[in-house]
């Protein structure tokens, strides 16, 4: 598992998908080999922040590559 810095998770889930799309087809592989991927992502938010946004052409980077996205999102408290 890797833990990320500071920081929006748009970013890194970008920086992420920068480096997994070129080898989408490996991935593929070796989840027919039985291999599990998800996506899980820890999000932690203040009272006045927003959360998590998503957008439509994250997620539609995400649908090249095999996986679940679950999110766990937190308050400060």
């Known amino acids: ?4 810095g500071i920081g929006e998770l748009v970013d890194h889930l970008h920086w992420l998908l ?5 080898k989408a ?9 039985g291999y599990v991927v998800d996506w899980f992502c820890f999000a932690v938010s203040g009272a006045t922040e927003h959360a998590v946004e998503l957008g ?7 649908l090249v590559l ?3 996205l679950p999110l766990d999102v937190m308050g400060d408290e």
């Open 56 to 62: 439509r052409s994250l997620l539609k980077r995400l």
């Open 1 to 4: 598992m890797t833990v990320v």
């Open 66 to 68: 095999p996986g679940d």
């Open 25 to 33: 087809d490996v991935v593929w592989r070796l989840v027919d080999q």
């Open 18 to 22: 920068d480096r997994l799309e070129p």
